[in-house]
């Protein structure tokens, strides 16, 4: 007994197909906008066309037309802020905990935008993910399976908006403490701008400096979760196909195994291209994250504080649990669809199976039974559900131990 594959109507032929670089434009121009990313062959094209044109631009003022040099720019100068912020330390005084915190921060910011500039600027990575992912889903076998690229339009444009509300509290916060003539708000420009003098041209670059890192410490954290969802929700689609080809079947393998299978194994492939961007972003979030968190918290609890600025520290340790909640359930949520197969793999009939089938069927159980699939913190493990808890369970330690000890 054969069972035919069917075509389902949110497959497309290569025709019609959309890019996943096109379908998630609204997020990666409010990326741009801050120096966060960068086509390089768009930015290749667009300086053989200048060259080309009637009049030739010349080579020192061409180099700077492209956005890769703006996302260059703009992560220099990152990096430099975040070593005047270390030299700014110095000396320690009573407003060193907040100095510290500050540094934190913007060393996040900085090492959130060099990994994807980097990841932007090497082809094994990023554009390297984009080419597998949409080789996947032009290919005809994919879409006569019914396993078409669905993109969640709805999600996508409520992260993004998401993404440019958080940033939007998170300057005003800022500004409020800044200039809102509060009695902290001379001490907290100071510290804001030293080794500077506090003058108009200092706190002019500290406000441009402080709007960039906050799009870098937001966006890229917005990328990760439109990717993630993306990739869960084919995941989903592959096991509802898998489901109704083994009800379809009856007692017998469905006749289309072979080529579920071998699109499900590319789709666990462009997991582990786009694992060599994200595990550096997790990394590096999970540790700044959690250690601003918790030096936050005690900032709250065991230092006197106005309520307006009581308010601002509570906005960053929310928003800080916030993006540490996200990363956790958009990564663990990969690692969920992935091998979420295996209960309709475990239904599969094997009457008057080929040796063929069998072994693709063998094949099949072995992929999700192996090596687990999903997003790592630089390789050292995959993010599931229970890292959530231990996450929690840290942060309720910790807060329990300052209140009992005021450490």
């Given at each position: 007994m054969k069972v035919e594959c069917i075509a389902f109507s949110e497959g497309q032929n290569a025709k019609t197909y959309v890019t996943i670089e096109e379908r998630m434009k609204p997020l990666l121009v409010s990326m741009k906008?801050?120096?966060?990313?960068?086509?390089?062959?768009?930015?290749?094209?667009?300086?053989?066309?200048?060259?080309?044109?009637?009049?030739?631009?010349?080579?020192?003022i061409l180099a700077f037309i492209g956005h890769r040099?703006?996302?260059?720019?703009?992560?220099?100068?990152?990096?430099?802020n975040f070593f005047r912020v270390i030299v700014g330390i110095f000396p320690p005084n009573e407003t060193l905990p907040f100095r510290v915190l500050n540094m934190s921060?913007?060393?996040?910011?900085?090492?959130?935008?060099?990994?994807?500039?980097?990841?932007?600027?090497?082809?094994?990575?990023l554009r390297s993910f984009y080419n597998y992912w949409d080789s996947l889903y032009k290919h005809n076998v994919t879409?006569?399976?019914?396993?078409?690229?669905?993109?969640?339009?709805?999600?996508?444009?409520?992260?993004?908006?998401?993404?440019w509300v958080l940033f939007f509290i998170n300057i005003a916060a800022a500004f409020t403490i800044l200039f809102g003539n509060l009695s902290t708000s001379k001490d907290f420009l100071d510290d804001m701008l030293q080794p500077f003098p506090e003058e108009t041209w200092a706190v002019a670059l500290q406000i441009i400096l402080h709007v960039i890192s906050s799009g870098a410490w937001v966006f890229p954290v917005i990328f990760l979760a439109v990717i993630s969802r993306i990739i869960k929700d084919q995941f989903f689609i592959f096991r509802r196909?898998?489901?109704?080809?083994?009800?379809?079947?009856?007692?017998?393998?469905?006749?289309?195994?072979?080529?579920?299978?071998?699109?499900?194994?590319?789709?666990?492939e462009a997991?582990?291209?786009?694992?060599?961007?994200?595990?550096?972003?997790?990394?590096?979030?999970?540790?700044?994250?959690?250690?601003?968190?918790?030096?936050?918290?005690?900032?709250?609890?065991?230092?006197?504080?106005?309520?307006?600025?009581?308010?601002?520290?509570?906005?960053?340790?929310?928003?800080?649990?916030?993006?540490?909640?996200?990363?956790?359930?958009?990564?663990?949520?990969v690692h969920e669809a992935a091998h979420s197969l295996l209960e309709d793999i475990f239904h599969?009939?094997?009457?008057?199976?080929?040796?063929?089938?069998?072994?693709?069927?063998?094949?099949?159980?072995?992929?999700?039974?192996?090596?687990?699939?999903?997003?790592?913190?630089?390789?050292?493990?995959?993010?599931?559900?229970?890292?959530?808890?231990?996450?929690?369970?840290?942060?309720?330690?910790?807060?329990?131990?300052?209140?009992?000890?005021?450490?």
């Open positions: 906008l801050f120096g966060i990313y960068f086509d390089p062959k768009q930015d290749d094209n667009t300086s053989g066309q200048l060259q080309n044109g009637r009049k030739r631009i010349p080579t020192r040099q703006y996302c260059y720019m703009v992560l220099l100068l990152l990096w430099i921060w913007y060393l996040q910011c900085t090492l959130n935008v060099s990994v994807m500039v980097f990841s932007c600027q090497k082809l094994s990575q879409n006569q399976i019914g396993c078409g690229f669905k993109c969640p339009v709805k999600y996508l444009m409520f992260a993004t908006s998401g993404g196909i898998l489901s109704k080809q083994i009800q379809e079947a009856g007692d017998h393998i469905p006749h289309c195994l072979p080529e579920l299978r071998s699109r499900y194994m590319q789709l666990c997991v582990i291209i786009i694992n060599r961007t994200f595990k550096w972003i997790l990394g590096t979030s999970f540790f700044l994250q959690v250690f601003m968190a918790c030096f936050n918290l005690y900032q709250m609890i065991n230092r006197p504080q106005e309520m307006f600025t009581l308010f601002a520290n509570s906005f960053w340790l929310g928003s800080g649990a916030l993006i540490i909640i996200l990363l956790t359930r958009s990564s663990s949520d599969t009939g094997t009457k008057n199976a080929t040796t063929e089938l069998l072994g693709q069927l063998n094949l099949f159980v072995s992929s999700l039974t192996g090596r687990s699939t999903g997003f790592t913190v630089v390789d050292f493990f995959v993010i599931k559900k229970e890292f959530l808890l231990t996450m929690a369970g840290l942060f309720i330690t910790y807060f329990f131990l300052l209140l009992q000890f005021k450490i």
